[in-house]
């Protein structure tokens, strides 16, 4: 599409959908907004959130206009100059770095933050401060399906493309509900099965919600059974004869062992367990077995989660027994929380990463990154702090400074409270951000202000592998500078500038894409010239002989059922079925869930300036089976406190047969800046990780609810 100079082709920077936005710039300043029809992610639909997502550019209210720093914890925070702020920074950091040594210092960033922004952080910390603490939000989201995805695959590698919806016949989806939370990729799903109506949706969740009433067959599991249920289809796929024999032992090594697994227990045995009709499950495994497309989704539900990992291996393994993957409409998708999770995974956006899909840990990379950034300090072997375990260290006063990119940890931690404690208690706090609304900016010694969506430039990967680049359009107001450039700036007053002595972001991404050559994300063929004249491109796209315009994407993985194993063969896990969440008793018999509503974002930030989208759900609920609300006396609307081992929320209830007796659910967007500090479901939840994954388990908690 040809856009006029007013006009710009950019991406919505909410969920991992990534639909293409068109954003036009009207003579009298105001902003206008539509889906871009040429984008094949979204052909043109957009969800609320994205339909009003040019709102929030325009509301300038909130916004962080200048540096602010106080020079201790009983100041207020001053306005200062850049260089007062990058320098005091600067100092500070190299302080404790050589009083402490440079695993004192972390970096703590976001799914929002764009490609070269997450590599320039990466680089900074690994290659030249010589510690692995970098983190991301993604830790909360998405790292369970990149264990998931390596153990299976040997490489965090989605299979799969968006094209292959229209391709399936069943779509499983579990652990999510993308009626709210991916509301594009699931009106595609519907249209789908809407022409076809053969396709068959099954949906598995604790709670009805809009996805599971649009599906044929809801598998209502209690909280915790999903790997319980996987393994009972699993059975009944060998049982029925519908796995793919020549697949299992051509492409895959681990089936005798999973066999005798899933036998282990009957269908019946797993039904109650799951709390489900037995017969449901012989209704999924026929669908499936008899599928000539099975494709499935999940998020959440099964990635937040003490044993997420292992929930990702018995999902995945349902594809490998019946050879349901590198094939039209089949695969096991991951569909990505926040809009750049997965630049930030091919960047080495967690702390055991490096770029690449390297790993920390493996010598042969260390090496090759080091050569590569002529980096003055060995790479670090061991894997630096996960999100959980930087509060942790602050708390303990084992890490003395934390630098926050664009992530509201005040709201979004796990057991939020003893999160905010440990801030108090740190040394020194940077927070960078675009918003006054984040709550983690009263925490911050200093405060450096972003240049928001529109106002940088850049590239963000969605769920679907797909590369689109982000132009900058409008002027960060005030003094706010794009995160690249404030990480440059920063790199320079540590004494590294020879290596950041970057002009623009291009000039960022080309120096990444070098890196990804050979490995299985090479996207050398790529760079912002190419994304801007293409639009997008799905990884890996290396470089070749063909002319600039006809580099193409790779749609789908695995076709050739090559996994990036060392012998190429996927890996079926006979994994255990027991959750291992925080036990409920007499003084907290109920379960909490918590999760999104569909016209709010994360800690609203954004969403919670857009009145239209407040109109949706205006406040938090607690949302209670009648049965158990009646023990308690509790009647619809009425205030109710909700208790559990490490605090409470106060909430007013929902009476809903949506959720089981015995389970209880709680939105996860509210914090302290939109009202009172007792609004946030995270005041309850688990400070239990999956050991492999190191992600939360914010899906059980056991609470109590009563009367206010
Ligand atoms: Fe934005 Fe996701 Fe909605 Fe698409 S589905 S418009 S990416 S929030």
Redesign the pocket.
């Known amino acids: 599409m040809k856009t006029q100079t007013n006009t710009f082709q950019s991406t ?1 920077c ?6 293409g936005v068109v954003v036009t710039k009207e003579a009298n300043g105001q902003l206008s907004l539509e889906g871009d029809k040429t984008h094949p992610s ?1 052909n043109g639909m ?2 609320s ?3 009003n ?1 040019h709102y929030t550019v325009m509301d300038q209210s909130d916004r962080l206009l200048y540096p602010q720093m106080r020079l201790n914890k009983s100041m207020s925070l001053q306005r200062v100059s850049w260089d007062e702020a990058l320098d005091r920074t600067a100092a500070v950091f190299k302080t404790f770095i050589k009083k402490y040594g440079p695993d004192s210092v972390a970096f703590y960033v976001s799914g929002q933050c764009l490609t070269e922004e997450y590599y320039l952080v990466n680089k900074l910390i690994k290659g030249f401060i010589g510690s692995n603490n970098i983190d991301t939000n993604s830790r909360l989201c998405m790292s369970s399906a990149v264990v998931g995805y390596k153990m299976s695959l040997g490489e965090d590698s989605v299979p799969v493309t968006y094209d292959d919806i229209e391709a399936a016949d069943v779509l499983f989806v579990t652990g999510a509900n993308p009626a709210w939370c ?4 699931w009106r595609r799903v519907e249209a789908h099965k809407a022409d076809n109506q053969h396709v068959k949706i099954i949906c598995v969740d604790p709670r009805v919600t809009d996805t599971a009433r649009s599906s044929d067959l809801h598998l209502q599991i209690n909280p915790g059974t999903d790997i319980v249920l996987n393994h009972a289809i699993g059975r009944l796929l060998i049982e029925n004869g519908n796995i793919d024999i020549d697949f299992v032992t051509d492409h895959t090594d681990g089936f005798e062992t999973y066999r005798q697994k899933v036998m282990q227990r009957s269908v019946h045995e797993a039904a109650e367990i799951c709390g489900i009709d037995p017969h449901d499950i012989e209704i999924a495994a026929r669908l499936i077995g008899e599928a000539k497309g099975f494709l499935s989704f999940w998020t959440m539900g099964l990635n937040q989660s003490v044993i997420g990992v292992n929930k990702n291996l018995s999902l995945i393994n349902l594809h490998l027994i019946t050879g349901k993957i590198g094939r039209a409409g089949n695969g096991p998708f991951s569909l990505t929380g926040q ?1 750049n999770a997965m630049g930030g995974r091919e960047t080495g956006g967690l702390a055991n990463m490096l770029p690449g899909h390297r790993e920390v840990v493996n010598a042969k990379h260390r090496e090759e990154l080091e050569t590569f950034w002529q980096t003055p300090v060995n790479i670090e072997p061991k894997p630096g702090l996960t999100a959980t375990e930087m509060f942790e260290a602050l708390a303990d006063d084992k890490l003395k400074a934390i630098w926050i990119i664009n992530t509201n940890p005040m709201v979004s931690m796990p057991d939020v409270n003893a999160a905010e404690n440990a801030l108090k208690k740190a040394r020194f706090v940077v927070v960078q951000d675009v918003s006054s609304r984040a709550d983690t900016v009263q925490m911050a010694d200093v405060v450096l202000p972003a240049a928001a969506w529109l106002e940088k430039d850049g590239t963000m990967t969605n769920a679907e592998r797909r590369i689109t680049y982000l132009p900058k359009a409008l002027d960060a107001p005030g003094e706010a500078l794009p995160d690249s450039e404030i990480i440059w700036r920063f790199a320079a007053k540590m004494g590294f500038g020879e290596a950041f002595n970057y002009k623009n972001t291009s000039e960022i991404y080309d120096e990444y894409v070098k890196i990804t050559a050979g490995t299985s994300i090479d996207i050398t063929a790529v760079n912002h010239e190419l994304l801007r004249k293409n639009r997008s491109i799905q990884w890996p796209a290396p470089a070749s002989d063909n002319a600039f315009e006809n580099i193409t994407s790779t749609k789908r993985l695995f076709e050739d059922h090559q996994f990036y194993t060392p012998n190429k063969k996927a890996q079926i896990h006979a994994v255990d079925d027991e959750n291992a969440s925080e036990p409920t008793d007499p003084e907290f018999p109920l379960v909490l869930t918590t999760g999104r509503i569909r016209d709010q ?1 994360h800690t609203m930030t954004k969403t919670g300036r857009v009145a239209k989208l407040n109109k949706h759900i205006p406040q938090p609920f607690l949302q209670i089976h009648p049965d158990d609300a009646k023990k308690r006396n509790l009647n619809d609307g009425q205030l109710a406190v909700v208790a559990g081992r490490r605090g409470e929320v106060r909430v007013k209830v929902q009476l809903s047969t949506d959720v089981r007796p015995g389970l209880c659910f709680l939105p996860m967007h509210w914090g302290k800046m939109l009202g009172s500090n007792l609004n946030r479901a995270n005041n309850l939840t688990s400070t239990l990780v999956d050991p492999k994954s190191k992600e939360p388990d914010f899906k059980f908690s056991a609470v109590q609810v009563s009367a206010y």
């Open positions: 919505c909410y969920c991992g959908v990534g639909c979204n957009l969800c959130k994205g339909m997502l991916h509301p594009i990729i809009p974002w």
